[in-house]
């Protein structure tokens, strides 16, 4: 057997993607199955490679379709169906998710300026849950610009023996953390990091989000932000607007 080689990125987010459409299989599941048909060698190249009869069949006692149906490929099966629809989303066909993100390494240029976290599963949104979300974008923000500076791929939190605490070590470097939801000991872990949580139930464009929080640095940061900005509290404006 050959030595695996790291999963890049986009090969992560295919993965995660492929197992959200397959019923009942878990991110570990469908990482083992795609392991025993590729020889250890996860790629986008490898990928490209994969069948949906392969991909049936390492599931075969989860989706125990006839295998007459199978090989007449009744388009009906809602299982089959399921199994083809993750093919195409590893061989990188969703087009929805193939807009690449525009990355702008941090190059220090940023003074007073704070790097945040954003769950996310597609695009530039906010609409991940923190143990469950596909990615973490990381942002770097200031007054007056917005910086994606890396995104950072949750996919091995499920291959861990604590998820959160993967998650929370992956984010470390942020003190602010932005998600739709998050449980009641994630978010105990993640403020015991120093990490600022702030759920937006809604979700939405993150960039639109981010830029509130712009507006209360430029004005008047909540303790909390002003905290992190390292503005004493001698220079805070007293009256100031929440932000989330």
């Not at 995660?16 to 570990?28: E, F, G, Q, T």
Request: hydrophobic fraction near 40%.
């Amino acid at each position: 057997m050959t030595e695996q080689q790291p999963i890049s990125n986009e090969v992560a987010l295919r993965i995660a993607l492929a197992a959200k459409a397959l019923p009942n299989v878990s991110i570990r599941e469908l990482i083992d199955a795609l392991q025993t048909n590729l020889d250890d060698n996860i790629t986008e190249e490898s990928l490209s490679t994969l069948t949906v009869t392969q991909l049936k069949r390492a599931f075969g006692n989860i989706y125990d379709v006839d295998e007459g149906e199978w090989e007449g490929e009744d388009a009906n099966n809602q299982e089959i169906a399921a199994v083809k629809e993750a093919v195409r989303i590893l061989w990188g066909e969703q087009t929805e998710y193939d807009h690449p993100l525009p990355i702008e390494p941090d190059q220090g240029d940023m003074p007073n300026s704070i790097r945040i976290a954003v769950a996310s599963n597609t695009n530039e949104q906010l609409d991940g849950h923190f143990g469950s979300c596909h990615r973490y974008l990381i942002y770097q923000l200031s007054a007056n610009a917005i910086k994606l500076i890396d995104v950072r791929s949750a996919l091995e939190a499920d291959l861990s023996d604590n998820k959160n605490q993967f998650r929370v070590n992956l984010i470390r470097d942020c003190p602010v953390l932005y998600v739709v939801s998050i449980g009641g000991p994630a978010a105990a872990q993640v403020i015991q990091a120093n990490i600022y949580p702030m759920k937006v139930e809604a979700g939405g464009a993150i960039r639109e989000i981010l830029a509130d929080l712009q507006r209360a640095i430029a004005t008047s940061p909540p303790p909390w932000l002003a905290k992190i900005l390292g503005i004493g509290a001698d220079q805070r404006v007293k009256n100031y607007q929440a932000v989330g």
